[in-house]
Protein backbone atom coordinates (compact mmCIF):
# COMPACT_ATOMS: atom_id res chain seq x y z
CA UNK A 1 0.00 0.00 0.00
CA UNK A 2 2.92 2.76 0.95
CA UNK A 3 4.73 1.51 -2.29
CA UNK A 4 1.28 2.86 -4.26
CA UNK A 5 1.32 5.66 -2.29
CA UNK A 6 5.07 7.02 -2.73
CA UNK A 7 5.15 5.16 -6.32
CA UNK A 8 2.13 6.49 -7.68
CA UNK A 9 -0.16 8.91 -5.84
CA UNK A 10 2.81 11.17 -4.99
CA UNK A 11 4.06 11.65 -8.43
CA UNK A 12 1.11 12.28 -10.30
CA UNK A 13 -0.31 14.76 -7.62
CA UNK A 14 2.63 16.37 -7.83
CA UNK A 15 2.26 16.45 -11.26
CA UNK A 16 -1.41 18.02 -11.53
CA UNK A 17 -0.31 20.52 -8.96
CA UNK A 18 3.20 21.37 -11.23
CA UNK A 19 0.84 21.87 -14.04
CA UNK A 20 -2.06 23.60 -12.27
CA UNK A 21 0.32 25.97 -10.41
CA UNK A 22 2.80 27.33 -13.32
CA UNK A 23 -0.49 27.93 -15.72
CA UNK A 24 -2.11 30.05 -13.13
CA UNK A 25 1.54 31.79 -12.44
CA UNK A 26 1.82 32.23 -15.99
CA UNK A 27 -1.49 34.11 -16.25
CA UNK A 28 -1.21 35.76 -13.44
CA UNK A 29 2.11 37.38 -15.42
CA UNK A 30 0.58 37.72 -18.41
CA UNK A 31 -2.23 40.11 -17.32
CA UNK A 32 0.54 41.95 -15.14
CA UNK A 33 -0.27 45.40 -16.87
CA UNK A 34 3.74 46.93 -17.51
CA UNK A 35 3.46 50.65 -16.38
CA UNK A 36 6.98 52.07 -17.27
CA UNK A 37 9.59 50.93 -19.68
CA UNK A 38 12.20 49.78 -17.55
CA UNK A 39 14.75 47.20 -19.46
CA UNK A 40 17.94 46.74 -16.99
CA UNK A 41 20.96 47.80 -19.54
CA UNK A 42 24.33 47.90 -19.12
CA UNK A 43 25.78 49.10 -22.34
CA UNK A 44 25.35 52.00 -24.72
CA UNK A 45 22.29 52.99 -25.84
CA UNK A 46 22.00 53.34 -29.65
CA UNK A 47 22.38 57.12 -31.09
CA UNK A 48 22.56 58.50 -34.22
CA UNK A 49 25.13 60.78 -32.89
CA UNK A 50 28.36 59.50 -35.18
CA UNK A 51 30.53 59.91 -32.13
CA UNK A 52 28.56 58.00 -30.31
CA UNK A 53 29.81 54.18 -30.51
CA UNK A 54 28.24 50.76 -30.05
CA UNK A 55 30.39 47.93 -29.25
CA UNK A 56 29.10 44.41 -29.81
CA UNK A 57 28.67 43.89 -26.30
CA UNK A 58 26.04 47.11 -26.23
CA UNK A 59 24.49 45.16 -28.92
CA UNK A 60 23.83 42.75 -26.63
CA UNK A 61 23.44 44.24 -23.36
CA UNK A 62 21.37 47.26 -24.42
CA UNK A 63 19.27 46.29 -27.59
CA UNK A 64 17.27 48.39 -29.56
CA UNK A 65 15.45 46.33 -31.49
CA UNK A 66 12.95 42.94 -30.64
CA UNK A 67 15.80 40.85 -32.69
CA UNK A 68 18.12 42.41 -30.54
CA UNK A 69 15.81 41.60 -27.71
CA UNK A 70 15.73 38.11 -28.50
CA UNK A 71 19.56 37.76 -28.90
CA UNK A 72 19.92 39.12 -25.31
CA UNK A 73 17.70 36.84 -23.87
CA UNK A 74 19.15 33.88 -25.72
CA UNK A 75 22.75 35.26 -23.84
CA UNK A 76 20.81 35.89 -20.52
CA UNK A 77 18.78 32.32 -20.43
CA UNK A 78 21.89 29.91 -22.33
CA UNK A 79 25.11 31.62 -20.83
CA UNK A 80 23.53 33.53 -17.85
CA UNK A 81 25.25 36.64 -19.41
CA UNK A 82 24.29 38.94 -16.78
CA UNK A 83 25.96 36.42 -13.81
CA UNK A 84 29.29 37.21 -15.87
CA UNK A 85 29.41 40.40 -15.00
CA UNK A 86 29.49 39.53 -11.26
CA UNK A 87 32.25 41.83 -9.94
CA UNK A 88 32.63 43.99 -6.84
CA UNK A 89 33.77 46.46 -6.38
CA UNK A 90 35.51 47.73 -2.83
CA UNK A 91 35.50 51.61 -2.79
CA UNK A 92 37.87 52.13 0.57
CA UNK A 93 40.65 49.46 -0.91
CA UNK A 94 39.71 51.12 -4.72
CA UNK A 95 39.90 47.45 -5.29
CA UNK A 96 37.78 45.48 -8.05
CA UNK A 97 37.50 41.70 -6.97
CA UNK A 98 36.06 39.25 -9.83
CA UNK A 99 33.58 37.05 -8.20
CA UNK A 100 32.50 35.38 -11.39
CA UNK A 101 32.93 31.80 -9.66
CA UNK A 102 29.67 32.44 -8.74
CA UNK A 103 28.58 32.39 -12.68
CA UNK A 104 30.70 29.28 -13.01
CA UNK A 105 28.75 27.17 -10.38
CA UNK A 106 25.98 29.05 -11.85
CA UNK A 107 26.19 27.38 -15.15
CA UNK A 108 27.68 24.12 -14.04
CA UNK A 109 25.16 23.31 -12.07
CA UNK A 110 22.24 23.99 -14.35
CA UNK A 111 23.75 22.28 -17.68
CA UNK A 112 24.24 19.42 -15.60
CA UNK A 113 20.39 18.99 -13.88
CA UNK A 114 19.95 19.30 -17.77
CA UNK A 115 22.11 16.34 -18.42
CA UNK A 116 20.84 14.30 -15.86
CA UNK A 117 17.44 14.73 -17.02
CA UNK A 118 18.28 13.53 -20.41
CA UNK A 119 19.56 11.14 -19.25
CA UNK A 120 16.99 9.90 -17.11
CA UNK A 121 14.70 9.64 -20.13
CA UNK A 122 16.06 6.16 -20.44
CA UNK A 123 13.70 5.23 -17.79
CA UNK A 124 10.64 6.78 -19.52
CA UNK A 125 11.55 5.04 -23.22
CA UNK A 126 11.71 1.50 -24.81
CA UNK A 127 13.87 1.14 -26.61
CA UNK A 128 15.90 4.23 -25.58
CA UNK A 129 17.12 6.76 -28.25
CA UNK A 130 20.32 6.69 -29.82
CA UNK A 131 20.66 10.42 -28.58
CA UNK A 132 20.31 9.23 -24.58
CA UNK A 133 21.96 6.78 -25.26
CA UNK A 134 25.30 8.72 -27.14
CA UNK A 135 24.46 11.69 -24.12
CA UNK A 136 25.10 8.63 -21.62
CA UNK A 137 27.86 7.11 -22.74
CA UNK A 138 29.89 10.35 -23.19
CA UNK A 139 28.87 11.27 -20.23
CA UNK A 140 30.08 7.98 -18.19
CA UNK A 141 33.55 7.84 -19.69
CA UNK A 142 35.25 7.76 -16.24
CA UNK A 143 35.31 4.61 -15.98
CA UNK A 144 36.93 4.43 -12.70
CA UNK A 145 34.06 2.74 -10.96
CA UNK A 146 31.56 -0.28 -11.50
CA UNK A 147 29.25 1.53 -13.24
CA UNK A 148 31.04 4.14 -15.04
CA UNK A 149 31.14 8.23 -12.85
CA UNK A 150 28.80 10.53 -14.65
CA UNK A 151 30.79 13.58 -14.93
CA UNK A 152 27.56 15.28 -14.61
CA UNK A 153 26.64 14.16 -11.74
CA UNK A 154 29.73 14.87 -9.61
CA UNK A 155 29.23 18.37 -11.32
CA UNK A 156 25.75 18.74 -10.47
CA UNK A 157 26.95 17.62 -6.39
CA UNK A 158 29.79 19.98 -6.22
CA UNK A 159 28.00 22.64 -7.65
CA UNK A 160 25.31 22.57 -5.36
CA UNK A 161 27.64 22.17 -2.27
CA UNK A 162 29.36 25.66 -3.54
CA UNK A 163 26.05 27.52 -4.15
CA UNK A 164 24.40 26.64 -1.02
CA UNK A 165 28.20 26.66 0.98
CA UNK A 166 28.02 30.38 -0.25
CA UNK A 167 24.29 30.92 1.49
CA UNK A 168 25.86 29.16 4.49
CA UNK A 169 29.21 30.66 4.94
CA UNK A 170 29.25 34.07 3.35
CA UNK A 171 28.01 36.34 5.77
CA UNK A 172 26.45 38.75 3.28
CA UNK A 173 25.05 36.17 1.56
CA UNK A 174 23.72 34.46 4.86
CA UNK A 175 22.10 37.53 5.82
CA UNK A 176 19.94 38.13 2.66
CA UNK A 177 19.05 34.03 2.19
CA UNK A 178 15.32 33.03 3.30
CA UNK A 179 14.31 30.12 3.81
CA UNK A 180 12.66 30.37 0.14
CA UNK A 181 16.15 29.83 -0.72
CA UNK A 182 17.82 27.10 0.93
CA UNK A 183 14.51 25.03 0.54
CA UNK A 184 15.37 23.90 -3.03
CA UNK A 185 18.77 23.70 -2.02
CA UNK A 186 17.83 20.90 0.62
CA UNK A 187 15.13 19.07 -1.70
CA UNK A 188 18.15 19.15 -4.93
CA UNK A 189 20.73 17.91 -2.14
CA UNK A 190 18.16 15.26 -1.09
CA UNK A 191 17.40 13.98 -4.55
CA UNK A 192 20.78 14.33 -5.97
CA UNK A 193 22.33 12.36 -3.00
CA UNK A 194 19.76 9.56 -2.96
CA UNK A 195 20.24 9.47 -6.57
CA UNK A 196 24.33 8.95 -6.18
CA UNK A 197 23.53 6.33 -3.25
CA UNK A 198 21.55 4.05 -5.88
CA UNK A 199 23.81 4.35 -8.26
CA UNK A 200 27.34 3.78 -7.20
CA UNK A 201 26.56 2.07 -3.47
CA UNK A 202 23.25 0.40 -3.26
CA UNK A 203 22.62 -0.84 -6.52
CA UNK A 204 18.31 -1.42 -7.11
CA UNK A 205 16.84 -3.11 -9.66
CA UNK A 206 16.58 -1.21 -12.38
CA UNK A 207 14.64 -3.08 -14.15
CA UNK A 208 11.47 -2.45 -11.73
CA UNK A 209 12.31 1.13 -11.66
CA UNK A 210 11.73 0.94 -15.60
CA UNK A 211 8.54 -0.72 -15.55
CA UNK A 212 7.42 1.84 -12.78
CA UNK A 213 8.49 4.67 -14.81
CA UNK A 214 6.88 4.14 -18.12
CA UNK A 215 3.81 2.47 -16.36
CA UNK A 216 3.62 5.96 -14.82
CA UNK A 217 3.69 7.72 -18.21
CA UNK A 218 1.34 5.81 -20.30
CA UNK A 219 -0.89 5.74 -17.18
CA UNK A 220 -1.00 2.24 -16.75
CA UNK A 221 0.49 1.48 -13.12
CA UNK A 222 2.33 -1.48 -12.44
CA UNK A 223 1.00 -4.34 -10.73
CA UNK A 224 1.81 -3.63 -6.74
CA UNK A 225 4.12 -7.39 -7.13
CA UNK A 226 6.65 -4.76 -8.92
CA UNK A 227 6.04 -1.80 -6.96
CA UNK A 228 7.15 -3.81 -3.96
CA UNK A 229 9.56 -5.18 -5.02
CA UNK A 230 11.61 -1.64 -5.63
CA UNK A 231 14.48 -0.67 -3.15
CA UNK A 232 13.36 1.82 -0.51
CA UNK A 233 15.92 4.35 -1.28
CA UNK A 234 14.09 4.72 -4.88
CA UNK A 235 11.00 5.90 -2.82
CA UNK A 236 12.93 8.30 -1.38
CA UNK A 237 14.41 9.75 -4.78
CA UNK A 238 11.03 9.66 -6.41
CA UNK A 239 9.51 11.48 -3.24
CA UNK A 240 11.50 14.03 -2.98
CA UNK A 241 11.66 14.94 -6.67
CA UNK A 242 7.94 14.75 -6.53
CA UNK A 243 7.95 17.63 -3.48
CA UNK A 244 10.47 19.57 -5.44
CA UNK A 245 8.08 19.47 -8.64
CA UNK A 246 5.04 19.90 -6.53
CA UNK A 247 6.84 23.25 -5.08
CA UNK A 248 7.83 24.53 -7.77
CA UNK A 249 4.86 26.58 -8.82
CA UNK A 250 5.23 28.21 -4.86
CA UNK A 251 8.84 28.92 -5.44
CA UNK A 252 11.55 30.90 -6.94
CA UNK A 253 12.08 27.65 -9.18
CA UNK A 254 9.39 29.57 -10.82
CA UNK A 255 12.35 31.96 -12.79
CA UNK A 256 13.05 29.38 -15.57
CA UNK A 257 9.43 31.01 -17.01
CA UNK A 258 9.22 33.99 -15.01
CA UNK A 259 12.41 35.34 -17.11
CA UNK A 260 10.36 35.60 -19.80
CA UNK A 261 7.75 37.81 -18.23
CA UNK A 262 10.53 39.87 -16.90
CA UNK A 263 9.69 43.42 -18.13
CA UNK A 264 13.66 44.58 -17.01
CA UNK A 265 14.77 42.22 -19.85
CA UNK A 266 12.42 41.64 -22.39
CA UNK A 267 11.77 44.79 -23.84
CA UNK A 268 13.78 46.96 -25.84
CA UNK A 269 16.09 49.71 -24.94
CA UNK A 270 14.09 52.07 -26.98
CA UNK A 271 12.43 54.80 -25.01
CA UNK A 272 13.87 57.65 -27.60
CA UNK A 273 12.41 56.07 -30.53
CA UNK A 274 8.88 54.43 -29.20
CA UNK A 275 6.74 56.20 -26.97
CA UNK A 276 5.64 53.36 -24.55
CA UNK A 277 2.27 54.23 -22.88
CA UNK A 278 0.89 53.18 -19.25
CA UNK A 279 -1.64 50.60 -20.16
CA UNK A 280 -3.49 51.60 -16.77
CA UNK A 281 -3.72 55.39 -18.14
CA UNK A 282 -7.48 55.77 -18.18
CA UNK A 283 -8.47 56.44 -22.01
CA UNK A 284 -9.37 60.06 -22.01
CA UNK A 285 -12.66 61.22 -23.90
CA UNK A 286 -12.71 64.78 -24.84
CA UNK A 287 -15.76 66.90 -24.83
CA UNK A 288 -17.09 69.48 -27.19
CA UNK A 289 -17.32 73.19 -26.29
CA UNK A 290 -21.08 73.17 -26.43
CA UNK A 291 -20.83 70.15 -23.76
CA UNK A 292 -18.18 72.02 -21.16
CA UNK A 293 -20.10 76.00 -21.75
CA UNK A 294 -23.46 73.47 -20.68
CA UNK A 295 -22.02 72.45 -17.91
CA UNK A 296 -20.42 76.08 -16.23
CA UNK A 297 -22.81 78.05 -18.69
CA UNK A 298 -23.72 80.21 -15.05
CA UNK A 299 -20.22 80.65 -14.46
CA UNK A 300 -19.04 81.11 -17.98
CA UNK A 301 -21.70 83.52 -18.92
CA UNK A 302 -20.88 85.74 -15.13
CA UNK A 303 -17.12 86.16 -16.84
CA UNK A 304 -18.68 86.70 -19.89
CA UNK A 305 -20.33 89.75 -18.41
CA UNK A 306 -16.89 90.94 -17.07
CA UNK A 307 -15.72 91.32 -20.81
CA UNK A 308 -13.41 88.08 -20.62
CA UNK A 309 -13.19 86.25 -23.42
CA UNK A 310 -14.64 82.80 -22.67
CA UNK A 311 -14.87 80.98 -26.09
CA UNK A 312 -11.97 79.08 -27.35
CA UNK A 313 -10.69 80.89 -30.68
CA UNK A 314 -10.60 77.98 -33.39
C1 LIG B 1 14.53 16.58 -10.65
C2 LIG B 1 14.60 15.37 -11.15
C3 LIG B 1 15.73 14.40 -10.90
C4 LIG B 1 17.05 14.64 -10.60
C5 LIG B 1 17.74 15.97 -10.45
C6 LIG B 1 17.70 13.34 -10.45
C7 LIG B 1 19.04 13.17 -10.16
C8 LIG B 1 19.69 11.95 -10.13
C9 LIG B 1 21.11 11.77 -10.00
C10 LIG B 1 22.13 12.88 -9.87
C11 LIG B 1 21.37 10.46 -10.01
C12 LIG B 1 22.75 9.80 -9.89
C13 LIG B 1 23.17 9.19 -11.22
C14 LIG B 1 23.23 10.18 -12.31
O1 LIG B 1 24.07 11.10 -12.27
O2 LIG B 1 22.37 10.07 -13.23
C15 LIG B 1 20.10 9.78 -10.15
C16 LIG B 1 19.94 8.41 -10.23
C17 LIG B 1 18.73 7.80 -10.38
N1 LIG B 1 17.51 8.39 -10.56
FE1 LIG B 1 17.14 10.32 -10.55
N2 LIG B 1 16.77 12.36 -10.62
C18 LIG B 1 15.57 12.96 -10.92
C19 LIG B 1 14.37 12.32 -11.20
C20 LIG B 1 14.19 10.96 -11.22
C21 LIG B 1 12.94 10.29 -11.53
C22 LIG B 1 11.62 10.99 -11.87
C23 LIG B 1 13.17 8.97 -11.48
C24 LIG B 1 12.16 7.92 -11.75
C25 LIG B 1 12.28 7.08 -12.69
C26 LIG B 1 14.58 8.78 -11.12
C27 LIG B 1 15.23 7.57 -10.98
C28 LIG B 1 16.57 7.40 -10.72
C29 LIG B 1 17.23 6.11 -10.62
C30 LIG B 1 16.55 4.76 -10.76
C31 LIG B 1 18.59 6.36 -10.41
C32 LIG B 1 19.70 5.33 -10.28
C33 LIG B 1 20.33 5.21 -11.63
C34 LIG B 1 21.37 4.15 -11.78
O3 LIG B 1 21.52 3.31 -10.89
O4 LIG B 1 22.02 4.19 -12.84
N3 LIG B 1 15.16 10.02 -10.96
N4 LIG B 1 19.09 10.72 -10.20
Known sequence: ?????????????????????????????????????????????????????????????????????????????????????????????????????????????????????????????????????????????????????????????????????????????RTISLPSDHIPLILFAVVLISGTLMRYFIKIDLYDVKTLAIGLFTFQPPSYEVLRGIHWLFYVHLTFVSILIAYIPFSKLMHFVGIFFSPTRNMPNDNRVHIHINPWDPEIKGITWEEYYEMYKDQLDEIAEEGYKVRPEV
Open 1 to 173: MIEYVFGVVVPYVAIVIFIIGVIYRIIEWAKSPVPLKIPTTAGQEFSPLPFIRRTVYDMVDCPQTKLGTVIRMFFEVFLMRSLFRNVRYYYDKNEHVDTRWLWFFAMAFHYSLLVILIRHMRFFTNPVPDIIETIDWVDGMMKYWVPSIYVTGVLALVSLAFLWGRRLFLARE
